[in-house]
């Protein structure tokens, strides 16, 4: 896992993490700061209800979101993203001035103007903030630089609002909030000094200013790419997800826990670690790609743990004066409420972390920010409809235990609603669990495999699953030529229709379906794409190498393109290799968690690629040791 926290000691991201992290940090220092003071002295400014004016703050804070992010997406794919951090924080120093001076005067309007501005702030950062990642990591740093800022944000906003609770609550707090924030507005400027310059992505880029119109716009941007649009959608319903749960943390601890606020900052600080722990676990099992895998496992958590919280909660409500701390924590009962969230919040990392990567890998760079600002005003809908239905169940009488067990069966359903219309990211989920149960696979070379362009895979073939495989250790998709039986075999059928393998048949059986497949093999390369063949034309028998058919020739004169060799060592023997003459016969024939290696070797050029030659090659790489 070292290799993310590398990032932190280098320029080209240590000053925009810090930047992020301080600003998030003075968000909530002042929101909670603001809540508080209003849910204890609003009759001191209003006639007004607290739980309304609450509400009405949280909806101030929210609207800049549809107002401005649809223009804030424009300006940061039109100007350079440094230059428009650091006037975004300079717009910081202003605001949190403007706010202290609304605690000087003690002016209720002052300080809801604030909000409104420091919504604002956040909308205009918004796009430029995850844009800018891609502009300065390489694609297999996306996954850890993206952990490594949702991590850091929601330790921020743990910090911020604990640390707005307690100022504002003694003697001189007004005063105390307003000089940390002005404190950390003016250390997040200098840190964004510090932010390396990134390329422009459309200079001619004009701006339109009309919300309603640029909002769709930006919309129709993110929806170019489906893929990308239904990853927005998911990272948009973990937003719902999370503000529904998040609301419900005071009533929670208050009524269920028979806590106090003390418990309410403990239940924030169990979810805020989860997230943070998931989310830099997401490196280290994903293998620094943007695995998407983890997104459905992400998903099967987050239903299970949520489940499993409503089944750990009281069904009765907590009557009498609140339990200190010490006697929540004595209950054992209370321990598994923290242990759920904990997993809830680490499961919503696996979440998050590959679908933020996903889409800034995936969306085009000229429009990166707009799609980013779509994805922003998705969110904010998604959370606005989330606080609503929350609000609409608890006043139908709905208990807080039955509104997480609604949360629960709403992210299943959701969840196989997303999966089903893009069947990648099941396929990548079938792929990421074989190679993190059955198998602990071992690759070496990956830097040889080309990042975009046409290219040749040629494997040898010693298993049923060999194909899923070298898809879990290559960052790009792989079309697969592959047997039309092996292609038909139950479940892993699902795993070759939805990776788009080719199936092939021998001259001898269908001279039809060989040409056909020859035939979308050429049109694949001709399109850009990475194909892979095993020329042996069958899976060993007795684990050794076989002669490399001609069919690897046929292809590369039709499409002279790279060709890269790669050797599997370690599968032969296992379940789903034919040793003993038929595969999957023997369950746990060498028990779980095998180690396998792929060894990928340099590219060869196609003209010396031969059948002969590329045999020799993948033979040495079976042989090597590692």
Known sequence: MSSQFRLLRERRFLPFFLTQFLGAFNDNLFKNALVVLITFQAARYTTMAPGILVNLAAGIFILPFFLFSASAGQLADKFEKSRLIRYVKLAEIAIMAL???GFALDSLGVLLA???????????????????????????????????????????????TIAGGIMIAIDGGALWVSLVALAVAGAGYLASRRIPAAAIADAALGIGWNPLTETWRNIRFARQDRT??????????????????????????????????RAVTLLLAVFSVGIGVGSLLCEKLSGRHVEIGLVPFGAIGLSLFALDLWWASPAAVHAG????????????LSWRVIFDLVMIGAFGGFFIVPLYALVQS??????????????NILNAAFMVVAALLGAGLLAAGATIPQLILLTGLLNAVVALYIFTLVPEFLLRFMVWMLVHSAYRLRVEGEEHLPLRGAALIVANHVSFVDALVIMAACRRPIRFVMDHKIFRWPVLSFAFRTSRAIPIA?????????????????RALDAGEMVGIFPEGHITPDGELHKFRPGVRTILKRNPVPVVPVALRGLWGSFFSRVGGRAMSQPFRRGLFNRIELAIGPVVDAAEATPGHLESLVRNLCNKNP
């Open 99 to 101: 706010a202290a001076l």
């Open 114 to 160: 604030t909000l409104f501005l420091m919504g604002s702030q956040s909308a205009l950062f918004g796009p430029v903030k995850y844009a800018i990642l891609p502009a300065h990591l390489q694609e297999h740093e996306l996954v850890g630089g993206n952990a490594l800022v949702e991590s850091g944000t929601f330790v921020a906003i743990l910090l911020g």
């Open 228 to 261: 990308v649009f239904l990853s927005i959608l998911g990272i948009s319903w973990f937003w719902f997800y999370g503000a529904l749960f998040l609301s419900q943390f005071p009533g929670y601890a208050r009524e269920v826990l028979g806590g106090d606020e």
């Open 321 to 332: 004066a609140p339990l200190a701390i010490g006697a929540i924590l004595g209950d054992a």
């Open 362 to 375: 995936r969306s085009a760079a000229a429009c990166r920010s707009r799609v980013i600002a779509g994805n």
């Open 506 to 522: 021998s001259a001898r059986d269908d001279p039809h379906a060989t040409r056909r497949a020859f035939d979308e093999v050429a």
